[in-house]
T-cell receptor, first 115, second 112 residues
Framework: DVKVTQSSRYLVKRTGEKVFLECVQDMDHENMFWYRQDPGLGLRLIYFSYDVKMKEKGDIPEGYSVSREKKERFSLILESASTNQTSMYLC??????????????FGPGTRLTVL | SQQGEEDPQALSIQEGENATMNCSYKTSINNLQWYRQNSGRGLVHLILIRSNEREKHSGRLRVTLDTSKKSSSLLITASRAADTASYFCATLRIQGAQKLVFGQGTRLTINP
């Protein structure tokens, strides 16, 4: 079974802090994604990566950056956390195969609170 | 704009009844997928239906796709308390950046 893990289930940070959210997948997937999920807004794509060191902006990249130094790991970075970044963050991965997004495998999520 | 929009936003039924959720979308798609999310957890893939398919089954799940109406439905038969969750449709568009676009979900509650 594909396993996608996220470094923390719950995280509390202060405004202005630099925050790292880590995601690791164990199935050698090429594509990895970061979403945030907010009530009434559904899932919104922040960034995705289709290869090591490659990244593409999603729909809401402002205030975030990402890092993919190794195939299995995709990190989401909040350079200076703000209260409007309080949210549930979900990581996902998919196999390659020409199409970026077939079945996505999700991690359990990180609920981030910025005070 | 949101590609997939689920309807209804919330559904509450008795255990044993069938649950039907609908998804509408705006642009042409490559495939449509349904996911389930238990409260506070990640999403779990349920079923994928391609644009050239009209119906697909997986256990108690039945998904239909009507590309002429740009809509899909998810039917859960003989519902169980464990089916209580939020259900999301996600579409992969043919044009533009190839990524999944999720709807806002239907919150399904199965009452014992």
């Amino acid at each position: 079974d594909v396993k996608v893990t996220q470094s923390s289930r719950y995280l509390v940070k202060r405004t202005g802090e630099k925050v790292f959210l880590e995601c690791v997948q164990d199935m050698d997937h090429e594509n990895m994604f970061w979403y945030r999920q907010d009530p009434g807004l559904g899932l919104r794509l922040i960034y995705f990566s289709y290869d090591v060191k490659m990244k593409e902006k999603g729909d809401i990249p402002e205030g975030y950056s990402v890092s993919r130094e190794k195939k299995e790991r995709f990190s989401l970075i909040l350079e200076s956390a703000s209260t409007n970044q309080t949210s549930m963050y979900l990581c996902a991965s998919t196999e390659a195969g020409g199409v970026l997004a077939d079945t996505q495998y999700f991690g359990p999520g990180t609920r981030l609170t910025v005070l | 704009s949101q590609q997939g929009e689920e309807d209804p936003q919330a559904l509450s039924i008795q255990e044993g009844e069938n649950a039907t959720m609908n998804c509408s979308y705006k642009t042409s798609i490559n495939n449509l997928q349904w996911y389930r999310q238990n409260s506070g957890r990640g999403l779990v893939h349920l079923i994928l239906i391609r644009s050239n398919e009209r119906e697909k089954h997986s256990g108690r799940l039945r998904v239909t796709l009507d590309t002429s109406k740009k809509s899909s439905s998810l039917l859960i038969t003989a519902s169980r308390a464990a089916d209580t969750a939020s259900y999301f449709c996600a579409t992969l568009r043919i044009q533009g950046a190839q990524k999944l676009v999720f709807g806002q979900g239907t919150r399904l509650t199965i009452n014992p």
